[in-house]
């Protein structure tokens, strides 16, 4: 590991670590990423060996376990993707887009401290020892199948990865996984869906949660494999079967196990559960359960709205699609009630991908600048901030101040605080 960044108040500087210095190892143990730099660096006595210019050195010191060195490191580079999965998102991705967004990433240690989906198809026997030996959990896995043939199919595999014998080890091992499906329509549906999240729930406690989600297609599938669009049939069908499912499990255990996306209930015109349906939301960031969370969160704000506020305001929230009902049925109706304030909405039709991608997370700026450059008299528009990336960047790399400029009014990026957007007009 190569120290990037000294903290002046840290230990390292105070033992003359320095920018550029390689970390090798830490009481005889290899460094090779920050897992392991975390890992080896709660003891309590540490002897580190650097290498400086060509030339090896140690360092003693004693510390509290859990004091840091104030150090930083450049980044590392984690494992490709080595899968030709006949779904993936990237593969269908237009051209011209940041790079990051075409690099597949297939790596536990990404998992366990982003909650990355993985396959743990390029997993070895030296990295699941790795995982139980320093804890690495939860780790989040993509498991789209249990049966070994189909899975192969699915991940454009030439062999079975031996997917079940790992997910035994690591849960043998008290490692808990959550994992998730991608629902193709004729492929993994049906009875094999069924077959799937029953033999995860073989593996329970270890495997604590199921998600199903709706496989994504955007306009760029040229010379990919043929997949069809969850219907809304099909979507009635697999609410049917998972809830099913889900309240067997209930009966036994104190959680459902498995939980399907909004889009299904969405698509299929159906109600969205009752947060007790999520349990403690364990796939929230996999879209699951995230309208029930936001429309909870929002209504117990709209205790303490104010009855008034002082300008008149009139804001203009700009979403996608699958949340357009939500919103004018839950959102809008509240807000329109405070005096001085008018609220209307835009729904962003994506041109990017095309019409079956209708998730505000994957918003283009450009489409939403053309969803909103007709209308007039608005004060603000109220962009919902997982559109953004962390560095505040749209899919196609507009920034907030990109729209502010372009649509001549101030936008303004809420994560489901309205309070604060209330405080602020």
Known sequence: MIISKVNKSGIGHEIGLLPGDHLIGINNFPINDIIDYRYHIADEFIELRVERSGELFTVELEKDPDEELGLEFEPVKYRHCGNKCIFCFIDQNPDNLRANLYFKDEDFRLSFLHGNYVTLSNTSRKDLERIVQQRLSPLYVSVHTTDSRLRSVMLGRNSDDALLEKLTFLTRNNIEIHTQVVLCPGINDGNRLIDTVERLSRLQPGVQSVAIVPVGLTKYRENLPLISPVTEDLALQTIDTIEALAGKYKGMWDSHFVYLADEFYIKAAQPLPASSRYDEFPQYENGVGMMRYFLDNFAEQARQFPRKIRQRS??????????????????????????????????????????NITVTGLMAGQDICTSCSTLSNIDMYILPKNCLNGDGLTIDDWTVDDLTDRLSTHVEVIDMDFRRLLRKL
């Not at 939500?326 to 994506?350: F, G, M, P, Q």
């Open 314 to 355: 009139n804001i203009n929230i700009v979403t996608a699609a699958l949340a357009q009902t939500y919103i004018e049925n839950n959102i809008l109706s509240v807000l329109n009630k405070i005096e001085n304030l008018a609220a209307s909405l835009t729904v962003v039709k994506n041109k990017f991908y095309g019409d």
